[in-house]
């Protein structure tokens, strides 16, 4: 009886939920999902990470080559994230048109997240001014996605670069030769970014939403915090919000920024 | 019936504003510049110019069918070459914000569509964006629930917030915003940042914006009704002319 209910009124069957301050997924409204994360996981990626949030499966591998910077900026590495949200991502056949577009916006943001956001330096993948400098494909593959998918595509990423092992290069200009050396060197990373997904639905905010829950809520925003500095806020459309549940919302997200870089480096000084 | 193409410039600092340094660039626009779309606008924010043009609500294509609610689709041109993947996400956010403006499910199973061509970019281009298109929808009179009204703003390179800066103010900024806020209750119904800021800057920003919102509120008023009255003036006969033209003078004294 239940499962019609649910299939028939999916709306009003989420609305009794959270009458009982519940959600579907049992949790509660300010609990976040369980995250794993597996780091250089992939042998033949510099840096990778394979990361879950939840039921969504994300995985991260970064691959360098050697390139030549632009004349406008002789100090500046490239940076080029590529997301593909693979057909097994989405279970919905209507969410098939907004799979490009999800991509797109993401690669988007994990670009502004890395570089605007001062998470790392492109000075930093210079090698000889003006003539070799470190290009980093960031490959993201959307394995599975149920709700949350910024938040995992940004933790795989941030995660499989520090983890990015970068072998030392020498230049020599005259003769233009280039030696690749055997010992490796971990690129610096300024902020370890952690974005959170929040989402409205009846003025109520839930923390961490699901695919379904995404879909039905009212409106969706994305926070970027770091310490006491905010590197992205993205709301897009929805209904209108008042600062009050921002506030909330930026909060919250702190709490969840230690949690999650405490976890990172537990894993670190564990490998 | 082709109603004359209709243009208004506001003096911004004439409004109730509390803060001394809340000024926007001037505000500009012609209402129907285009001939054959639903509704058109041509906005101008200082020196950032937008086409806006919508068509609606028409035949949508099967595959984007939704028999509870309209399908809304923005189509955003960059002024010269193809649309970059940063062009397709401010398309996005046209287009989903737009779409929690407009009053979606009473017209099910069809489209509506807003085109918006940049003209020229002197930075905030998505806020211009945003305003053009809302001139638009309320000229090609779609029902919509708000107004919309987004106002750009900016931490400089001496971390202070600048509302609504050329782009000779934003050489070197820290971080930018994009605050569309609704005509009902200023909420916030998008935010757009890039960059990296400290929460009492992000406070600023909005308090600023959310009082500049009014200036482009009140601009939308005085645009629309303006162009409603002179629409007026040219349908009716030369005989009611006269007396059509005393009523709008007194409606614009109450303005």
């Not at chain 1, 009886?1 to 028939?8: C, D, P």
């Not at chain 1, 000075?123 to 090698?127: G, P, T, V």
């Not at chain 2, 409004?15 to 509390?18: A, E, L, Q, R």
């Not at chain 2, 061509?117 to 002197?122: G, V």
């Given at each position: 009886?239940?499962?019609?209910?649910?299939?028939?009124y999916?709306?009003?069957?989420?609305?009794?939920?959270?009458?009982?301050?519940?959600?579907?997924?049992?949790r509660t409204?300010?609990?976040?999902?369980?995250?794993?994360?597996?780091i250089?996981?992939?042998?033949?990626s510099?840096g990778?990470?394979?990361?879950?949030?939840?039921?969504?499966n994300?995985?991260?591998?970064?691959?360098a080559e050697?390139?030549?910077?632009?004349?406008?900026?002789?100090?500046?590495?490239?940076?080029?994230?590529n997301?593909?949200?693979?057909?097994t991502?989405f279970?919905k056949?209507?969410?098939?048109?907004?799979?490009?577009n999800?991509?797109?916006?993401?690669?988007?943001?994990i670009y502004r997240?890395?570089?605007?956001?001062?998470?790392?330096?492109l000075?930093?993948?210079?090698?000889h001014?003006g003539?070799?400098?470190?290009?980093?494909?960031i490959d993201?593959?959307?394995?599975?996605?149920?709700?949350?998918?910024?938040?995992?595509s940004?933790l795989?990423?941030a995660?499989a670069?520090?983890?990015?092992?970068?072998?030392i290069v020498?230049?020599?200009?005259k003769?233009?030769?280039i030696?690749?050396?055997?010992?490796?060197?971990k690129?610096?990373l300024?902020?370890f970014?952690?974005v959170?997904?929040y989402?409205?639905f009846?003025?109520?905010v839930?923390?961490?939403?699901?695919?379904?829950?995404?879909?039905?809520?009212?409106t969706?925003?994305?926070l970027?915090?770091?310490?006491?500095t905010?590197?992205?806020?993205?709301?897009?459309?929805g209904v209108?919000i008042?600062?009050?549940?921002i506030?909330?919302?930026v909060?919250n997200?702190?709490?969840r920024?230690?949690e999650?870089?405490s976890?990172?480096?537990?894993?670190?000084?564990n490998? | 019936?082709?109603?004359?193409?209709?243009?208004?410039?506001?003096d911004t600092?004439g409004?109730?504003?509390?803060l001394q340094?809340?000024k926007?660039?001037?505000i500009?626009?012609?209402l129907?510049p285009l001939t054959?779309?639903?509704?058109s606008?041509?906005?101008?924010?200082?020196?950032?110019?937008?086409?806006t043009s919508m068509?609606?609500p028409?035949?949508?294509k099967?595959?984007?069918l939704?028999i509870e609610?309209?399908?809304?689709?923005?189509?955003?041109?960059?002024?010269?070459?193809?649309?970059?993947?940063?062009?397709k996400l401010?398309?996005?956010?046209?287009?989903?914000?737009?779409?929690?403006a407009?009053?979606t499910?009473?017209?099910?199973?069809?489209?509506?569509?807003?085109?918006i061509?940049?003209?020229?970019?002197?930075c905030g281009?998505?806020a211009?964006?945003?305003?053009g298109a809302?001139l638009?929808l309320l000229i090609g009179?779609?029902?919509?629930?708000?107004?919309?009204a987004?106002v750009?703003?900016?931490?400089?390179?001496?971390?202070?917030?600048?509302?609504?800066?050329?782009?000779?103010e934003?050489?070197?900024?820290?971080?930018?915003f994009?605050?569309?806020?609704?005509?009902?209750?200023k909420?916030l119904?998008?935010?757009?940042t890039?960059?990296?800021?400290?929460?009492?800057?992000?406070n600023?920003?909005e308090?600023?914006?959310?009082?500049?919102s009014?200036?482009i509120?009140?601009?939308?008023?005085?645009i629309?009704s303006?162009?409603?009255?002179k629409s007026l003036?040219?349908?009716d006969?030369?005989?009611?002319?006269?007396?059509?033209?005393?009523v709008?003078?007194?409606e614009q004294?109450d303005?």
């Open positions: 009886m239940a499962e019609q209910h649910k299939l028939i999916p709306i009003k069957h989420f609305r009794d939920f959270l009458e009982n301050e519940i959600r579907l997924d049992g409204f300010d609990k976040y999902r369980p995250i794993g994360v597996n250089a996981s992939c042998q033949h510099l990778s990470s394979a990361t879950k949030i939840g039921n969504s994300i995985l991260c591998g970064i691959r050697l390139s030549k910077p632009r004349a406008s900026k002789p100090l500046a590495g490239y940076i080029v994230p997301v593909d949200m693979s057909f991502a279970s056949a209507s969410s098939s048109c907004n799979n490009q999800v991509s797109e916006i993401l690669e988007c943001f997240i890395l570089y605007e956001s001062h998470c790392l330096k000075e930093d993948l210079c090698i001014p003539k070799l400098v470190w290009c980093l494909y993201i593959i959307g394995l599975e996605v149920d709700g949350g998918v910024f938040d995992a940004v795989a990423c995660s670069l520090s983890t990015l092992n970068l072998p020498t230049y020599d200009e003769s233009g030769k030696e690749i050396g055997d010992e490796m060197k690129l610096h300024n902020i970014p952690v959170s997904t989402s409205i009846d003025n109520v839930l923390v961490d939403p699901t695919y379904r829950e995404e879909s039905i809520s009212s969706v925003f994305h970027g915090v770091h310490e006491d905010i590197g992205l806020f993205h709301k897009s459309g209108p008042s600062v009050k549940e506030q909330q919302s909060k997200a702190v709490h920024e230690k999650i870089t976890l990172l480096n537990s894993l670190k000084t490998q | 019936m082709v109603t004359p193409p209709d243009s208004i410039t506001m600092q409004s109730n504003v509390v340094d809340l926007l660039r001037q500009n626009c012609e129907n054959r779309s639903d509704g606008a041509l906005f101008t924010q200082g020196g950032t110019c937008v086409l068509l609606g028409v035949e949508v099967s595959q984007n939704n609610k309209a399908h809304v689709e923005c189509i955003y041109r960059p002024k010269a070459g193809i649309p970059t993947i940063e062009d401010t398309e996005t956010v046209i287009r989903d914000t737009c779409e929690s407009l009053l499910m009473l017209h099910p199973r069809t489209a509506i569509f807003i085109q061509q940049e003209l020229d970019d002197r281009i998505e211009c964006a945003i305003n809302c638009a009179g779609v029902p919509m629930k708000f107004t919309i987004a750009h703003c900016i931490v400089d390179k001496d971390d202070k917030v600048v509302l609504d800066p050329d782009h000779c934003a050489i070197g900024k820290r971080a930018s994009v605050f569309v806020f609704d005509s009902l209750d909420n119904v998008t935010v757009h890039s960059g990296r800021f400290r929460m009492g800057q992000f600023d920003a308090c600023m914006s959310r009082a500049a009014q200036i509120f009140n601009f939308y008023r005085r629309i303006n162009f409603h009255n003036l040219t349908a006969s030369k005989a009611r002319n006269t007396e059509v033209e005393s709008v003078k007194s004294m303005i």
